[in-house]
């Protein structure tokens, strides 16, 4: 089809005009950060400057909800009505139903592969918390520990064919985590680091380990129990410095309360906050 130069730059001028209105990625010291979030949905999104949203996998069944094919169905619908990408699917019910013992664990990472790689979606969290948490005060339960390697590494190569990252999140520290990695021994597997699960909840110094796992991170979760992430700049500050370091590109993920009740306007200033800690 032959375009003239007048249609050219009628429909140039649209795309740019509708590029102007998405929300702006940060950069510093040659870190480009996307403000992702896991509390608004992509019908509220762009209201609250996010540039991305992190779904849910879905509560347990022999199917999870997002591999059925009418949900991924209504996701892509959503994405094309806000133009805006899932940065992250979340696999939250392994907290009540462990990778490491369930019999439907892998069989759950696969469905999350495949969905993942139809809604093009590079991050799978893969969840350790609750009843899956592989610590005991804070020494690795060694059996649960040598099945999730195992399951992991056996799903690994499947990801890497459909280009996503199974990124793990745990109470673990960076040197149990470096643990688990080199075990797995897999490019498609790495972590997901919450910066308040390690600095707040288990009281690493979560700046350090961050520096320590350079290279080993694929996405990350900032959130502050029931207070804005301003409310603890210094924390914050010390944190984005750790980021900046290790030159990570990708997204930091709100997964922070609204202490004034309104999501929208609670998400937007969580995410202008983050956006200042690496403008």
Request: with cysteine; proline share 3%.
């Amino acid at each position: 089809m032959k375009l003239t130069r007048r249609t050219f730059i009628r429909q140039t001028s649209g795309l740019l005009t509708a590029a102007a209105l998405l929300p702006k990625a940060a950069y510093a010291a040659g870190t480009k950060i996307k403000v992702g979030a896991c509390v608004v949905g992509l019908d509220v999104a762009k209201q609250a400057g996010i540039e991305g949203v992190q779904v849910w996998a879905g509560n347990e069944a022999d199917e999870l909800d997002i591999h059925t094919a009418g949900t991924r169905a209504k996701y892509k619908l959503q994405m094309e009505s806000a133009w805006l990408p899932i940065c992250s699917i979340m696999l939250g019910l392994l907290n009540d139903f462990p990778l490491a013992t369930d019999p439907r664990g892998p069989a759950w990472l696969t469905q999350c592969i495949e969905a993942a790689q139809d809604l093009k979606i590079k991050n799978i969290l893969v969840a350790f918390f609750g009843k899956g948490d592989l610590l005991a005060d804070k020494k690795l339960k060694e059996e649960e520990f040598k099945s999730v390697v195992q399951r992991l590494k056996a799903a690994a190569p499947r990801a890497k064919e459909a280009g996503v990252t199974l990124a793990v999140e745990n109470y673990l520290s960076a040197e149990q985590n470096l643990r688990l990695l080199e075990e797995v021994n897999h490019e498609a597997v790495s972590l997901y680091y919450d910066v308040y699960n390690t600095g707040i909840t288990m009281g690493y110094d979560s700046p350090a380990e961050i520096r320590k796992l350079k290279g080993r991170i694929s996405q990350i979760h900032f959130k502050n129990g029931d207070r804005y992430l301003d409310e603890s700049k210094p924390y914050f500050e010390a944190i984005a410095s750790a980021v900046k370091e290790i030159s990570y590109q990708g997204w930091i993920v709100l997964e922070t309360s609204s202490p004034s009740k309104n999501g929208v306007a609670d998400a937007k200033r969580n995410g202008d906050f983050v956006r200042t800690l690496f403008a």
